[in-house]
């Protein structure tokens, strides 16, 4: 009831609809509001949004030329599919929950907040695809998550994810950072498996998992490309380190020749040619050398070996004098 007096009005509203432009519809079930002079004080609400999802919070409005907000809410049963793009709606499920800050402006609000994802699945990543090829482990092309939260602020176009955290149970973690600008994506992750994940990844430990921490082995992943079309660096390095592993195997000659073309470093190395006869029993031939490599990049990976693979490939033949 109003006290005109005071220029104070309590508001209790049960019921409607909140229409906020750029977001989603909100329906209002109850409120306890407070309106004096130019501020509106939220002293407690409940929507929903997206059926079963649910926001409760309180805070203040104040009314001006620009209004501004300063709101503290917790989201709870949100589907995620129902706020991501259409194209990531294949590849991630589970159900978002979190507290949620917003402040500033109604024209430019800042939105922080941390994001927990229950029953998160994650389907259909291209890296995890090419991971669970290298390592001949069907669990990374569904990886069901025991873990999966990041802090974030959202201004404008422009969305910071801070202190990731995924992890599925004996399998794999990713840290790190991601930022979307617009379409545009980059980021630096951690990326952790167990060690016995990569007994199939030749030179994996050796030369792209070298941390080890938390009972995992690591490494840096760099993320680019859009929200559409993600890019990483992990697969061209997997399949660098598998070529380096499997040329230090072959005759010293043959062997510095192919890491210097794998790396793109000149040697370094004063190794005396190797002298042994082309019939001889350990020395493989140049046509055997060439299949062992194209084995690495065309039968495990597909065809679909990252740009390193792809060189050595293209320039073998002229590298052993072919």
Request: glycine share 12%.
């Amino acid at each position: 009831l109003p006290d005109l007096n005071l220029g104070v009005m309590e508001i209790r509203v049960n019921g409607g609809q909140l229409l906020l432009k750029g977001a989603p519809e909100l329906n209002l079930n109850n409120g306890s509001l407070r309106w004096q002079g130019n501020h509106l004080f939220i002293n407690d609400a409940n929507l929903t949004l997206f059926g079963d999802g649910h926001i409760s919070g309180q805070g203040e409005v104040t009314f001006q030329e620009t209004p501004e907000l300063d709101l503290d809410m917790k989201v709870s049963g949100v589907d995620v599919k129902k706020v991501v793009s259409e194209n990531w709606q294949r590849k991630i499920t589970g159900i978002a929950r979190g507290p949620i800050k917003v402040k500033g402006t109604t024209e430019k609000p800042v939105v922080t907040g941390t994001l927990n994802l229950d029953n998160g699945v994650l389907e259909a990543i291209p890296v995890l695809e090419q991971i669970a090829k290298y390592t001949r482990s069907p669990k990374f092309n569904r990886l069901v998550l025991n873990q999966a939260q990041a802090d974030f602020t959202l201004q404008g176009d422009l969305l910071m994810l801070k202190n990731i955290q995924i992890e599925s149970d004996g399998l794999t973690r990713v840290e790190g950072t991601l930022d979307k600008q617009g379409d545009s994506i980059t980021g630096v992750l951690q990326v952790g498996v167990t060690p016995g994940t990569l007994r199939w990844i030749p030179g994996a430990e050796k030369g792209v998992f070298t941390q080890s921490r938390d009972g995992f082995v690591w490494t840096t992943m760099k993320i680019g490309g859009t929200a559409e079309n993600i890019s990483e660096d992990l697969t061209s390095r997997l399949v660098t380190a598998a070529a380096i592993n499997l040329v230090e195997q072959l005759p010293t000659s043959i062997g510095e020749q192919l890491k210097d073309f794998i790396s793109g470093q000149p040697s370094t190395s004063t190794a005396t040619p190797n002298t042994q006869t082309p019939n001889a029993p350990n020395s493989p031939n140049k046509s055997e050398i060439e299949d062992k490599v194209k084995g690495v990049f065309i039968d495990r990976v597909g065809g679909e070996a990252g740009e390193a693979g792809k060189k050595i490939i293209e320039g073998l033949g002229g590298l052993l004098g072919r």
